[in-house]
């Protein structure tokens, strides 16, 4: 029986002429939606907008695969998914459970809360915090199965005090996994639909007769579902504009190989256009881990996904030190950061961009997907620039608070007066004016 191919994945050195050209190009390297993606998800959203439960039961057959009659039968009976949730087995369960208690244990120190002060002039001033109304929780359901997205979505958002937890995922048969029903149990949502793609987003959003709209849409999908989020946005909030998962191990070449070959691999099998990177000063280490990886490939079930993956967008890179790699790794702004190396504390004061930064040789990525307590739900592609991770205050709004006594009212007045005349907006100034003490 002939062997399988060796494993294709880019490779680079810093101290290569070449290297930044082939750094920017994986960078700018994407995922690339399909030809037409934006109007046809436009096309789905305003059908939604229009036709409502008559467009749901149209695109629940055509793009989900479930025939049913009314919008009505979308929505998931609890009787059922408790029925459905029975069928996990009882460590399963408690491994969800124990997983619910440490993500909730870490919410709970997310949150923000009201204040208040008084400056000198006696005015009060102060924030005022409030949870959201409602919220959609887009839960995937193509390639496998994510429980766990269910909990870091339902947990910091009940944590906030949302009132109204709703949560659509695709179910072709109408019959969702188990586990997903169950972590739903666990976080108590019952509010479920049947229902994937760009026409859940639309529904959450806008509402139809059977589902009311909600105030903020969170949680993964696929390239359907993060465009619709982007045409949505403004009229909900969401979480942020997820694309493919990533990771990049920073390693000093002393952890064990395999070790590191099943991190990236972990990574790499979510999807094809998932994202494994490994930097390291040690070039015959950076072989180790790629014959690691070629040994181990054949008994991964999900093989296939993990060539395509590390082909497309895999990578090694040769680096002068492990501080040039925190430099690389700032430039990349990856979704999970692992700094497998002796003293990851010395590192992690240089790092700037991040979604989630996993300090030591012992600490795996797969930790933070599932249990270890902060969300999992992180920035990608770069975004790690400017968004930071899933949080229970990410559930909750602020409100601005002023409280003017007639003393500040005038001191404030003759500083707002000034600055209106001066944009020229004269009914401001006459606003300001009518409350100041006459001199």
Same mark, same amino acid.
């Given at each position: 029986?002939?062997? $399988?191919?060796?494993?294709?994945?880019?490779?680079?050195?810093?101290?290569?002429?070449?290297?930044?050209?082939?750094?920017?190009?994986?960078?700018?390297?994407?995922?690339?939606?399909?030809?037409?993606?934006?109007?046809?998800?436009?096309?789905?959203?305003? *059908?939604?907008?229009?036709?409502? *439960?008559?467009?749901?039961?149209?695109?629940?057959?055509?793009?989900?695969?479930?025939?049913?009659?009314?919008?009505? +039968?979308?929505?998931?009976? @609890?009787?059922?998914?408790?029925?459905?949730?029975?069928?996990? @087995?009882? +460590?399963?369960? &408690?491994?969800?459970? &124990?997983?619910?208690?440490?993500?909730?244990?870490? $919410? +709970?120190? #997310?949150?923000?809360?009201?204040?208040?002060?008084? *400056?000198?002039?006696?005015?009060?001033?102060? #924030?005022?915090?409030?949870?959201?109304?409602?919220?959609?929780?887009?839960?995937?359901?193509?390639?496998?199965?994510?429980?766990? /997205?269910?909990?870091?979505?339902?947990?910091?958002? #009940?944590?906030?005090?949302?009132?109204?937890?709703?949560?659509?995922?695709?179910?072709?048969?109408?019959? @969702?996994?188990?586990?997903?029903?169950?972590?739903?149990?666990?976080?108590?949502?019952?509010?479920?639909?049947?229902?994937?793609?760009?026409?859940?987003?639309?529904?959450?959003?806008?509402?139809?007769?059977?589902?009311?709209?909600?105030?903020?849409?969170?949680?993964? %999908?696929?390239?359907?579902?993060?465009?619709?989020?982007? &045409?949505?946005?403004?009229?909900?909030?969401?979480?942020?504009?997820?694309?493919?998962?990533?990771?990049?191990?920073?390693?000093?070449?002393?952890?064990?190989?395999?070790?590191?070959?099943?991190?990236?691999?972990? #990574?790499? +099998?979510?999807?094809?256009?998932?994202?494994?990177?490994?930097?390291?000063?040690?070039?015959?280490?950076?072989?180790?881990?790629l014959r690691c990886m070629n040994e181990m490939i054949g008994d991964m079930p999900r093989a296939?996904?993990?060539?395509?993956?590390?082909?497309?967008?895999?990578?090694?890179?040769?680096?002068?030190?492990?501080?040039?790699?925190?430099?690389?790794?700032?430039?990349?702004?990856?979704?999970?950061?692992?700094?497998?190396?002796?003293?990851?504390?010395?590192?992690?004061? %240089?790092?700037?961009?991040?979604?989630?930064?996993?300090?030591?040789?012992?600490? /795996?990525?797969?930790?933070? *997907?599932?249990?270890?307590?902060?969300?999992?739900?992180?920035?990608?592609?770069?975004?790690?620039?400017?968004?930071?991770?899933?949080?229970?205050?990410d559930f909750q709004k602020r409100t601005s608070v002023v409280r003017c006594t007639p003393r500040?009212?005038?001191?404030?007045?003759?500083?707002?007066?000034?600055?209106?005349?001066?944009?020229?907006?004269?009914?401001?100034?006459?606003?300001?004016?009518?409350?100041?003490?006459?001199?």
């Amino acid at each position: 029986m002939p062997s $399988a191919a060796p494993l294709a994945i880019t490779r680079l050195n810093t101290r290569d002429s070449g290297f930044e050209d082939g750094l920017r190009r994986h960078a700018a390297r994407q995922a690339g939606a399909a030809a037409g993606i934006e109007a046809r998800v436009r096309e789905i959203i305003g *059908d939604v907008r229009e036709r409502g *439960d008559a467009a749901l039961v149209e695109y629940a057959a055509s793009l989900d695969g479930l025939a049913v009659n009314s919008a009505a +039968e979308l929505r998931l009976p @609890p009787q059922r998914a408790a029925a459905i949730a029975a069928a996990v @087995p009882p +460590e399963v369960t &408690q491994a969800l459970e &124990q997983a619910a208690g440490r993500i909730r244990r870490y $919410a +709970e120190r #997310q949150t923000l809360d009201d204040w208040q002060f008084e *400056d000198g002039d006696g005015a009060q001033l102060g #924030q005022r915090v409030t949870p959201l109304e409602s919220v959609g929780i887009y839960v995937p359901g193509g390639k496998a199965a994510y429980p766990s /997205s269910v909990l870091m979505n339902a947990i910091p958002a #009940q944590v906030a005090g949302v009132g109204r937890i709703v949560m659509t995922l695709p179910a072709a048969d109408g019959a @969702p996994d188990a586990a997903v029903m169950k972590a739903a149990q666990i976080a108590g949502v019952s509010d479920i639909y049947t229902l994937g793609g760009a026409h859940a987003v639309a529904a959450l959003a806008y509402g139809t007769r059977s589902i009311a709209p909600v105030c903020k849409i969170v949680g993964p %999908g696929n390239i359907w579902v993060a465009e619709a989020k982007r &045409q949505v946005f403004g009229r909900v909030g969401v979480d942020m504009i997820a694309g493919p998962s990533e990771i990049l191990v920073i390693c000093d070449g002393r952890t064990e190989p395999r070790w590191i070959a099943c991190d990236l691999f972990a #990574q790499a +099998e979510h999807d094809e256009q998932a994202r494994a990177m490994l930097l390291c000063p040690d070039a015959g280490y950076l072989d180790e881990v790629l014959r690691c990886m070629n040994e181990m490939i054949g008994d991964m079930p999900r093989a296939a996904i993990i060539r395509a993956s590390l082909r497309d967008f895999g990578l090694m890179i040769e680096v002068g030190d492990l501080d040039e790699a925190v430099a690389i790794a700032n430039r990349l702004a990856p979704e999970h950061l692992e700094l497998s190396v002796e003293h990851p504390e010395e590192l992690l004061d %240089g790092v700037r961009n991040a979604g989630a930064v996993f300090l030591g040789r012992h600490t /795996s990525e797969v930790l933070g *997907d599932y249990c270890a307590g902060p969300n999992h739900v992180l920035p990608t592609g770069g975004s790690a620039r400017f968004f930071s991770p899933l949080g229970a205050h990410d559930f909750q709004k602020r409100t601005s608070v002023v409280r003017c006594t007639p003393r500040s009212a005038d001191q404030l007045g003759r500083i707002a007066r000034c600055l209106a005349r001066a944009e020229g907006l004269f009914a401001h100034e006459a606003s300001a004016k009518c409350r100041m003490t006459p001199r």
